[in-house]
């Protein structure tokens, strides 16, 4: 069944593909205010050589600078994005005080929202008050394109670093059953809200 919440993660995906193509590690996200995109991101930093221009940044400076907004904004609004939001994303995100983060699949190294860390609900960031945080809506195809993006040869990258034939191996996908109350992935049941 087909949700607002997988509307907005498509257009997060869109964005994450175009982040993708341009070789820059895939995450997109767009921020909704009343069921309307104010501002959208993707990953910037290879092409900026700013490490600190994630999607969500990206989006964050699209909003504010667009004049029509200021900060205040962020209370009324939910995130969507492909990759759980970073150590530094997550804590932007509480000083902001954003209302809610949908996102697609977990940050395992990274994550601030609840993979490694939780910036979002931590009680002792006692300034700025905790957000409600979802993942895994489309787990799978922000998966995917990370994982055709690490497997991508980088021209750029040292000697040491470079990968040689490399070869994405996607059969081992995972399974999932989907029904009217969420859907169930390698036996962990999400709810579709």
Same mark, same amino acid.
């Given at each position: +069944?087909?949700?607002?919440?997988?509307?907005? +993660?498509? /257009?997060? #995906?869109?964005?994450?593909?175009?982040?993708?193509?341009?070789?820059?590690?895939?995450?997109?996200?767009?921020?909704? =205010?009343?069921?309307?995109?104010?501002?959208?991101?993707?990953?910037?930093?290879?092409?900026?050589?700013?490490?600190?221009?994630?999607?969500?940044?990206?989006?964050?400076?699209?909003?504010?600078?667009?004049?029509?907004?200021?900060?205040?904004?962020?209370?009324?609004?939910? #995130? &969507?994005?492909?990759?759980?939001?970073?150590?530094?994303?997550?804590?932007?995100?509480?000083?902001?005080?954003?209302?809610?983060?949908?996102?697609?699949?977990?940050?395992?190294?990274?994550?601030?929202?609840?993979?490694?860390?939780?910036?979002?609900?931590?009680?002792? =960031?006692? =300034?700025?008050?905790?957000?409600?945080? /979802?993942?895994?809506?489309?787990?799978?195809?922000?998966?995917? #394109?990370?994982?055709?993006? &690490?497997?991508?040869?980088? /021209?750029?990258?040292?000697?040491?670093?470079?990968?040689?034939?490399?070869? =994405?191996?996607? /059969?081992?996908?995972?399974?999932?059953?989907?029904? #009217?109350?969420?859907?169930? +992935?390698?036996?962990?049941?999400?709810?579709?809200?």
């Amino acid at each position: +069944m087909e949700t607002i919440h997988h509307k907005y +993660m498509r /257009e997060a #995906l869109n964005l994450a593909q175009e982040a993708y193509d341009n070789c820059e590690i895939p995450v997109g996200c767009v921020f909704v =205010l009343d069921d309307k995109i104010i501002g959208s991101g993707r990953n910037r930093t290879n092409e900026t050589c700013n490490g600190t221009r994630h999607a969500e940044f990206e989006a964050i400076d699209q909003i504010l600078s667009s004049g029509e907004y200021t900060s205040e904004v962020f209370q009324r609004c939910i #995130l &969507y994005v492909t990759v759980e939001p970073c150590v530094m994303c997550s804590y932007a995100l509480r000083q902001l005080r954003i209302k809610h983060v949908y996102y697609g699949c977990a940050n395992e190294r990274f994550g601030g929202a609840g993979s490694v860390f939780n910036i979002h609900q931590d009680p002792q =960031l006692v =300034l700025h008050p905790a957000y409600q945080c /979802e993942g895994g809506y489309y787990r799978d195809d922000s998966i995917m #394109l990370l994982r055709k993006f &690490y497997i991508r040869e980088n /021209e750029k990258a040292p000697v040491p670093k470079r990968k040689h034939k490399r070869i =994405l191996h996607i /059969e081992n996908t995972l399974s999932m059953q989907v029904s #009217l109350n969420g859907y169930k +992935m390698n036996g962990n049941l999400f709810r579709i809200r």
